[in-house]
Structures are given as structure tokens and as C-alpha cells.
């Protein structure tokens, strides 16, 4: 299932590594991606004041409480009122989709790395359909043989979908630390909160930015070195990571600071429309997938995990940088030397060392393991757990009335899981949801 092959140096020395042609639907009307002239700014889906319904939810019994507000949560949730079902969504934020507003502007992320299908609404052609409208011409662009649209594109029919399913009044602030059965309900609890649901829905995402061993130790000593998903990063020049996020930053802290800013990665920059194997969201695949036993499944989630790479429009305008001095891009990871006494961070690659005043990580997330509040309620509640991953059954239930969507659910729908397909996926699996996942 792994098609990524060929090695080429580039004139310009960066190494890339490219897909097979041929190996993907050819779309003949699709372009190439330049950023538009003015790159349409991430903007956060909520931009009027949040609702914070009482916590309580006054006692009322609801279909469904989902526990995070992110793109699974809200695919989710429209798909579910859509079926009649009475919900409410629980969010750290009170908003709805806050935290992927603000790590696609920590990355400043110009276009979707998936295609206008993978979108949080129930019709697949939902996304396309907006696009054709007249008023959302100027983000009607679709980049690549994929046809990504712009992330300006995917967040206005986010928007609408939030709206047309009236989901901001469904949103309730809070943190969830307990899920107890009762009765046949859930009691779901977190800071003051406590809301009884027929069924519980989490989906809380994945949390914890993938820190290299090196990088904790370097930190621990006082090293100016953070994750790019950590809060409000400075604008450092040095950046590790070798996938979209870290390239795209790179373009940022270079626009933003008019310096050179250095790329740090193990590998040559990997071409690739997209960030897993196409093949992966389709139905014959689930199909296979269902008939792998758990420890196959373990097996191709650990080979086929968080490799990095950039669609050809990306790699042509990191090309370019590199040409004109905006960027420079090293294939090593440098040793780093900090200097606790005299605050000074040195980086010292096969071209020598360069001094450095931080160093920001790219390195993405790690796949969400059952841990914390998880792990103490699927204890209490005798919830199976394999490899640190939820068993879940095939309509995504983990244990009577509590189901899974998310990074979470990597063993039940393979890699993809995370994905905004794999939230397709997943609500197309809930109780009481009619929706074509592609
Ligand atoms: C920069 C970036 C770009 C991406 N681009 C794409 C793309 O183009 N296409 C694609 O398919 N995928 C993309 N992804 C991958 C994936 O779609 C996103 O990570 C997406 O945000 C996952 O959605 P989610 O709802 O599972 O998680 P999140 O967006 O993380 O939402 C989970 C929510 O749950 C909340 N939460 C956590 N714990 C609790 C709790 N105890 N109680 C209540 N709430 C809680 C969190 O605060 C958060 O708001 C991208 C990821 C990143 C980081």
C-alpha cells in the first residue's frame, strides 16, 4: 500500500523525494498551488461572541454529549442533529474548531493538504457545491492534481455548516475529567460541569506535540528549544522537521523577519500530494482493513505513521527560497550545544556552527494513547484497551453508549483515523447516522 518511491537531486540542492507518476486519479482541471496574491489569513471559525449555554445543561437528558469541539466533534455533531438528535459539544474553549484555527495559523497554513471532499459536512459534494456559489468566488481556487481548496475555503463552509445546524448554541465550556455509567445514561463530568447523555461521543483529538528525546534534554538544561504547537512560539530562525508544517513557517518567520531562516531535517523533503496513501480513505480499503487482526493493524499503524512530506506547488516555492537565500535547507540534524552559563545556543552541522537564539520544533503530534482522565474512566468502566488505543466495535463504541472518534481510533479505522476523512468515517459509523463518508 506504500507507493512513495524515487530519489532526485534537485539543481538547487535540496534533496526531494518524489511520487511515481501515474500513481493517482489524474484531474485534468485542477492547478498547480501558488499561494493567492494576498494569502488569505487562518482565521478561527468563531468570529462573533461564543455561547456558553449554564454547564449544568440544566439537568436535561441529552441523545448525545460529544467531548471536543475540533473537526470530529462538529462533523459529528451536524451529522447527528441532522438524524433529530438533541447534542451538546464540550469544549476547553467554548468555541467550536478554536484549537485547528489556531495551529493552522501557528503553521500559517494557505491550503488543505487533503482534497474539497474531506470536508465536515454530511454530503460529500457539500464543499464543492459552496465553492460554485458566486460570493465564494475569490476561494474557489483548487490546488493540485488533488483539488485541495484554500484553507480560507474548508473554514467559510465550516462556518456555514456550524451555523446552518445552529451547533454554536450547543457548545458548552468546559474540561471533562470522568464518564460514569448510571441507568443505562452517561454522567459526563470536568470543572463544574456535569451533563447526562444517552451516548458520550469523544473526541478530543490528539494533545501532545511529539518532542524528541534530545530536545527534552536540551530543554531541562534551560535551552531556548519549543514545540510549534506549545502556545505562542517566537518567530525562531532554526526549525526542525522535515514535513509541510515545518516548511511553511519557514516561509512565515522569513516574510515576518525578512532573515534567512534554517530548515533542519533528517531527510530530503518528500514530494507528496498528500500526507498518507489515497487509497487509504477508500471503501476497499476499510474492507481489508476490517479483515486484518489486531496485531496486523498494530503492525501497518506503526510503519505507516507521520512521515513528512509537501505537495509539488509547496516544494517548488521551497526551491525557490532556497535560490534566493530566503531559506536554507540541511538534510542533518545538528548537534546542539547550549551553554547554560553564558545563555548561548550553538548548532553545529557538517558545515560547521552557526549560533542560534532558539530553535522551534516541528515535529508534529504524537498518535493519542488512552492516558489520564481516559485511562482512569476506562478502568472504572472495564473499557478494552489495546496497545494503548480504545477497542472499539463497528459502530464505534468502546463500551456501552460510549463511542470514539479521533486519533483515538487509529486501531478501529487505520491511519487515516485522525484525518478529517477519518471523521467522515467515523460519524458515518455512529447509531442513528445516514452520511456517505467519500
Ligand atoms: C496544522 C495542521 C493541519 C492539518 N491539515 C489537515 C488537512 O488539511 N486535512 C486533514 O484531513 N487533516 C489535517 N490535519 C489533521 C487533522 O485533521 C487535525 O489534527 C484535526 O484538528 C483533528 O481533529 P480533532 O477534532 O480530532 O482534534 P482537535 O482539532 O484537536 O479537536 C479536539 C478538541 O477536543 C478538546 N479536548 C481535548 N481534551 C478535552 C477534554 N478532556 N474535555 C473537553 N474537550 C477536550 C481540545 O481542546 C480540542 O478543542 C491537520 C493537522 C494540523 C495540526
Do not use: Y
Not at 438533541?86 to 467554548?94: E, L, N, T
Not at 484554500?150 to 451555523?163: I, K
Not at 508534529?364 to 489495546?386: F, K, M, Q, Y
Amino acid at each position: 500500500m506504500n507507493t512513495r518511491a524515487g530519489l532526485a537531486l534537485a539543481p538547487e540542492g535540496i534533496r526531494l523525494i518524489r511520487e511515481p507518476p501515474g500513481s493517482r486519479q489524474h484531474h485534468p482541471r485542477a492547478i498547480e498551488p501558488t499561494p493567492p496574491a494576498s494569502a488569505p489569513e487562518a482565521r478561527v471559525v468563531p468570529d462573533r461572541p461564543r455561547t456558553t449555554p449554564p454547564p449544568s445543561g440544566g439537568g436535561a437528558l441529552f441523545d448525545w454529549i460529544i467531548v471536543g469541539g475540533g473537526p470530529h466533534g462538529v462533523c459529528a455533531a451536524r451529522a447527528l442533529t441532522a438524524g433529530g438528535a438533541s447534542v451538546r459539544i464540550v469544549d476547553p474553549s467554548g468555541a467550536l474548531l478554536e484549537r485547528w484555527g489556531v495551529r493552522a495559523r501557528a503553521v500559517e497554513m494557505v491550503w488543505m493538504r487533503s482534497p474539497a471532499g474531506h470536508h465536515l459536512d454530511a454530503q460529500p459534494v457539500s464543499l464543492h457545491h459552496f465553492l460554485h456559489r458566486p460570493e465564494h468566488a475569490d476561494v474557489a481556487e483548487l490546488a493540485g492534481r488533488l483539488r485541495r481548496p484554500t484553507h480560507e475555503a474548508f473554514l467559510r463552509h465550516s462556518r456555514e455548516v456550524v451555523e446552518t445546524a445552529g451547533l454554536d448554541r450547543s457548545v458548552v465550556r468546559g474540561r471533562v475529567s470522568s464518564i460514569q455509567r448510571r441507568n443505562g445514561e452517561s454522567i459526563v463530568r470536568g470543572d463544574g460541569l456535569e451533563l447526562r447523555g444517552r451516548r458520550v461521543l469523544i473526541a478530543t483529538g490528539s494533545n501532545t506535540p511529539r518532542i524528541p528525546a534530545w530536545a527534552k534534554r536540551m530543554r531541562d538544561e534551560g535551552a531556548p528549544i519549543r514545540h510549534v504547537f506549545e502556545g505562542d512560539a517566537p518567530l525562531d530562525l532554526d526549525l526542525v522537521g522535515g514535513g509541510i508544517s515545518s516548511v511553511q513557517r519557514a516561509l512565515m518567520v522569513h516574510r515576518a523577519t525578512r532573515r534567512t531562516v534554517r530548515v533542519w531535517m533528517r531527510h530530503p523533503l518528500r514530494e507528496a500530494e498528500f500526507d498518507f496513501d489515497r487509497d487509504w480513505t477508500k471503501h476497499r480499503f476499510a474492507a481489508e482493513w476490517n479483515a486484518l487482526d489486531e496485531s496486523a493493524r498494530i503492525d501497518f499503524l506503526a510503519r505507516h505513521g507521520g512521515r513528512g512530506s509537501v505537495p509539488g506547488g509547496l516544494a517548488r516555492r521551497v526551491e525557490r527560497a532556497v535560490r534566493n537565500g530566503s531559506l536554507r535547507v540541511a538534510h542533518e540534524l545538528p548537534a546542539f550545544e547550549w551553554d547554560a552559563a553564558t545563555q548561548e545556543l550553538r548548532l553545529r552541522g557538517s558545515e560547521g556552527a552557526v549560533r542560534s537564539s532558539g530553535v522551534t520544533l516541528l515535529t508534529g503530534l504524537e498518535p493519542e494513547a488512552v492516558s489520564g482522565w481516559l485511562r482512569s474512566t476506562a478502568e472504572d468502566l472495564g473499557l478494552p484497551v489495546v496497545h494503548g488505543m480504545p477497542r472499539l466495535r463497528a459502530d464505534m463504541e468502546w463500551g456501552e453508549g460510549i463511542h470514539v472518534t479521533g486519533s483515538l481510533a487509529r486501531l478501529r479505522l487505520g491511519p487515516m483515523a485522525p484525518n478529517i476523512v477519518g471523521a467522515r468515517w467515523a460519524t458515518s459509523l455512529l447509531p442513528g447516522v445516514r452520511m456517505q463518508p467519500v
